[in-house]
T-cell receptor, first 115, second 111 residues
């Protein structure tokens, strides 16, 4: 158990819908990272938040947005869902803001299926 | 941008055989980390290498960081069925906060 929690574990929805994925980092960690993992793309970095502020942005679509709340939990919002958005979504947390030696602790993931 | 290539994509071995996965970066890395993801699981941190030419061992696993800090390898001696999973390398370069993950090598061990 990494100490990172994600809910829900599974999510099945239809195209065009909007969903919210939730992540709580390890106790004391200030950074949250969101990743998308699909069979053909590996682990794709989406976005990072550090202590409530956006720190870095990766290949995140405009239909996706995220935020980190004062209690440091984070939510990833996916809207206008398409079939291709079906994937595993992981969040990871680190103590710091992303120094070279930070170790990422991954949550169990949310499996999103868009029908 | 930085690219991290990892080969092979898949590797089938008989239990007891050795296994190696290789990671190559297009840019010089400040460090490299290795993660393991069991089937149906999430990536779990294994180790971090920072120094040029560094070699670290964890039981049957040997990790190397190249002299130029652009490549790395993970070698498993005498594989066991518990080694099954996907092994990812992740490298950071320059002042980037974000590690770039390789696509992973999936290890399948046949008993």
């Amino acid at each position: 158990d990494s100490g990172v929690t994600q809910t829900p574990k599974h999510l099945i929805t239809a195209t065009g819908q909007r969903v919210t994925l939730r992540c709580s980092p390890r106790s004391g960690d200030l950074s949250v990272y969101w990743y998308q993992q699909s069979l053909d793309q590996g682990l794709q970095f989406l976005i990072q938040y550090y202590n409530g502020e956006e720190r870095a942005k990766g290949n995140i679509l405009e239909r996706f947005s995220a935020q980190q709340f004062p209690d440091l939990h984070s939510e990833l919002n996916l809207s206008s869902l398409e079939l291709g958005d079906s994937a595993l979504y992981f969040c990871a947390s680190t103590l710091g803001g992303g120094s070279p030696t930070d170790t990422q602790y991954f949550g169990p993931g949310t499996r999103l299926t868009v029908l | 941008g930085q690219q991290v290539m990892q080969i092979p994509q898949y590797q089938h071995v008989q239990e007891g055989e050795d296994f190696t996965t290789y990671c190559n970066s297009s840019t010089t890395l400040s460090n490299i980390q290795w993660y393991k993801q069991r089937p149906g699981g999430h990536p779990v941190f294994l180790i971090q290498l920072v120094k040029s030419g560094e070699v670290k061992k964890q039981k049957r696993l040997t990790f190397q960081f190249g002299e130029a800090k652009k490549n790395s390898s993970l070698h498993i001696t005498a594989t066991q069925t518990t080694d099954v999973g996907t092994y990812f390398c992740a490298g950071k370069s320059g002042g980037s906060y974000i590690p770039t993950f390789g696509r992973g090598t999936s290890l399948i061990v046949h008993p």
